[in-house]
């Protein structure tokens, strides 16, 4: 989300074929597009092409990164005599970062920016995790271990045998939506939170 947000959409994202970018029915397959992940199911959204690397050489090149960055970035902050975790992501992103693009970056062959710009508030409600759930006798939902309570909405009595969808945010929080239309908000324990407007709509 942070790239986006501070680069845009790219037309395209070539990744590799892990079982959280795609689903393969059979190992050394290929990945099945009709069902997807909850990468698959943002990209879509966000009418993003998702590839998935099948040549050695791709995957080649993106595990030797992942080789470097895993080898090199618990020793630069070690090194750099820091300790505690949002200290060293800081070190990472403000020091060790700009250092390594600086040296091993090559300018694009064309200047111009093939990045949509986006809205972050619009994107957020799209790079989070989305499920369906279907409302219980007693107007809750079941959701990781947690039973959400919806509160008394002016649009219908209850809301039980009712198809609705639940977003966890990157902070942990939770909203369910049925349809357009955001009825419940909850943080990360389950516990409700008060909103003044309690319908809203949803991405």
């Known amino acids: 989300m942070e790239t986006f947000v501070a680069k845009g959409l790219p037309s395209s994202l070539y990744t590799d074929r892990g079982s959280h970018y795609f689903v393969t029915l059979k190992a050394g397959e290929a990945v099945d597009?009709?069902?997807?992940?909850?990468?698959?199911?943002?990209?879509?959204?966000?009418?993003?092409?998702h590839i998935p690397a099948y040549s050695p050489e791709a995957r080649d090149r993106s595990e030797r990164m992942f080789s470097?960055?895993?080898?090199?970035?618990?020793?630069?902050?070690?090194?750099?005599?820091?300790?505690d975790i949002k200290a060293a992501n800081r070190f990472i992103a403000q020091t060790h970062l700009p250092a390594h693009n600086a040296r091993f970056a090559r300018p694009a062959a064309v200047q111009d920016s093939a990045f949509v710009a986006t809205d972050p508030a619009a994107l957020a409600e799209i790079l989070c995790l989305q499920e369906e759930r279907v409302v219980?006798?007693?107007?809750?939902?079941?959701?990781a271990r947690l039973r959400l309570q919806l509160p008394q909405s002016p649009i219908r009595h209850h809301f039980v045998k009712a198809t609705v969808r639940i977003r966890q945010y990157p902070d942990g929080t939770l909203a369910i939506f049925h349809g357009p239309?955001?009825?419940?908000?909850?943080?990360?324990d389950g516990?409700?939170?008060?909103e003044r407007c309690p319908v809203g709509r949803a991405a």
């Open 68 to 83: 470097t960055l895993q080898d090199r970035l618990p020793e630069e902050p070690a090194l750099a005599g820091i300790a």
């Open 136 to 143: 219980a006798r007693d107007n809750t939902v079941a959701f």
């Open 191 to 194: 516990a409700p939170i008060q």
């Open 181 to 188: 239309r955001r009825i419940a908000r909850h943080g990360s």
């Open 33 to 49: 597009k009709s069902r997807l992940t909850q990468v698959g199911r943002a990209l879509r959204h966000l009418g993003i092409e």
